[in-house]
């Protein structure tokens, strides 16, 4: 499983965007990128996922550079419900593997 | 749809008691599932994984067990609890298939005093 590097936290203020960057320089060419989120006591949640360029729903934008070797999450016009940790994880494609979850980055919305 | 169940939500309990805490998953078959524990502010820790029905692999040496008596139920033990062992524990799941996205639990909060 590739190892992956991101910002302990980050502070942000309600209705701007937020962008998070995660690097994962030993991406392997079988390797997806996928962020999770987490609120306090609950525990974290798929929200986005991709392989290269960029893709979009209704949470959040994924961008990924033609290397792979990083990624960023964007979060357009954030409220204070986005108040949570992030985690980003790089599991292959197929086959069995185990996931691990780091420390994230956790954000804080301030009004 | 698939969903995924943990019980109790929140558990008190006097060091060198027993422990059981259950996951069960509904709506899917032959699910990959995983015991994480999650320490306050701290990421989480990977406990045991089960590819099937009793196969448990466990990730780090511990006093807790882990068994998985039918195909969607995932069971988290212990004979004797130590102080060390509160935490946030998190059950999750994958598809057989399609690995990459986990599903998680609500969790159980679980106090040693």
């Known amino acids: 499983l590739a190892k992956t590097t991101q910002p302990i936290s980050m502070d942000s203020y309600e209705g701007q965007e937020v962008n998070i960057t995660c690097s994962h320089n030993n991406i392997a060419t079988n390797d997806y990128i996928t962020w999770y989120q987490q609120f306090p006591s609950q525990g974290p949640r798929f929200i986005i996922q991709g392989y290269k360029t960029k893709v979009t729903n209704e949470v959040a934008s994924l961008f990924i550079p033609a290397d792979r070797k990083s990624s960023t999450l964007s979060l357009p016009r954030v409220s204070l419900s986005d108040t949570a940790v992030y985690y980003c994880?790089?599991?292959?494609?197929?086959?069995?593997?185990?996931?691990?979850f780091g420390t994230g980055t956790r954000l804080l919305v301030s009004p | 749809s698939q969903t995924i169940h943990q019980w109790p939500a929140t558990l008190v309990q006097p060091v060198g008691s027993p422990l059981s805490l259950e996951c069960t998953v509904e709506?899917?078959?032959?699910?990959?599932l995983y015991w994480y524990r999650q320490a306050a502010g701290r990421g989480l820790q990977l406990l045991f994984y089960s590819v099937g029905i009793g196969q448990i692999s466990s990730e780090v040496p511990q006093n807790l067990s882990a068994s998985r008596p039918q195909d969607r139920q995932f069971i988290l033990s212990s004979k004797k609890l130590l102080l060390s062992d509160s935490g946030f524990y998190l059950c999750?799941?994958?598809?057989?298939?399609?690995?990459?996205?986990?599903?998680f639990g609500p969790g159980t909060r679980l106090l040693v005093l």
């Open positions: 709506g899917t078959s032959n699910p990959n």
């Open positions: 994880l790089v599991p292959r494609r197929t086959g069995f593997q185990k996931l691990v």
């Open positions: 999750a799941w994958t598809r057989g298939i399609n690995q990459e996205t986990q599903y």
